[in-house]
Structure formats: structure tokens, C-alpha cells
């Protein structure tokens, strides 16, 4: 569910925007690590001073806690960095490719980093 009250774009990208959120509830993936059960998915949308969409994520369930930082340029990159938390139930493949890292912080969290360019299906 998407709300966006009040948004502003031009040329620039993002101007303006109030009290902008996204939920996914009941959320679920399919991957080849697994299936997981993210619960409810929640953001908070905002514009940047240099014109970018910009989201605040929290999920938190009984297989997997997510938090970070996300943006989307108006040139389209785009970029998220957060932290992963596997519990007890996670499925073990995915519990195991996090362990991989070693890189857990005082909490027990993963880095993670994604970034990329977005691309439309229009060919110029």
C-alpha cells in the first residue's frame, strides 16, 4: 500500500513530499536461499536536497529483521544500505550465505549493500 498525501517532482526530481509510506503486508519472497516470510514490510518516503526519492525500510519477523537506508536518483541510480538479521527460523541456506560475511556488527547484523542503475523498458 502506497500513501503519498502530497508530492512534488519536476525536471529535478523530488521537491516536495509529505508523509509519504509504503507497506507490503504479509509479505513473502521466493529465492533459491529459500522462502521467507517478512511479515510487514515498512517505509518512509522522502525527498533529498539533490532531488532524490529516498526510503526509510524496517521488517522485522520471526525469520528475518531488515533495516536501511535506500535512494533513487533522478538520473536512476539507485543505492540501499542497511542490515540483516537471520533468526531462528530463517532458512538455513540463507542463515549460512549471511554467515559468509563475517562481518556482523555488536548486534549481530550483516552490512548490506545494493546499488545499481535502473533501467526502463524505453530504448532511445
Do not use: H, I
Request: with cysteine; aromatic share 6%.
Amino acid at each position: 500500500m502506497l500513501t503519498l498525501p502530497e508530492a512534488r517532482f519536476n525536471a529535478g526530481g523530488c521537491r516536495q513530499m509529505t508523509a509519504g509510506t509504503v507497506q507490503w503486508r504479509d509479505a513473502a519472497l521466493s529465492s533459491p536461499a529459500g522462502s521467507l516470510e517478512l511479515a510487514q514490510v515498512n517505509g518512509k518516503l522522502s525527498c533529498t536536497p539533490a532531488g532524490a526519492l529516498a526510503v526509510a525500510l524496517t521488517q522485522d519477523s520471526r525469520q528475518l529483521s531488515l533495516a536501511g537506508q535506500g535512494v533513487l536518483t533522478p538520473n536512476g541510480r539507485y543505492t540501499f544500505n542497511g542490515t540483516l538479521q537471520t533468526r531462528q527460523t530463517a532458512p538455513a541456506l540463507l542463515t549460512l550465505l549471511l554467515a559468509q560475511n563475517g562481518r556482523k556488527d555488536e548486534q549481530g547484523r550483516t552490512p548490506w549493500q545494493w546499488q545499481g542503475q535502473w533501467r526502463s523498458g524505453e530504448k532511445k
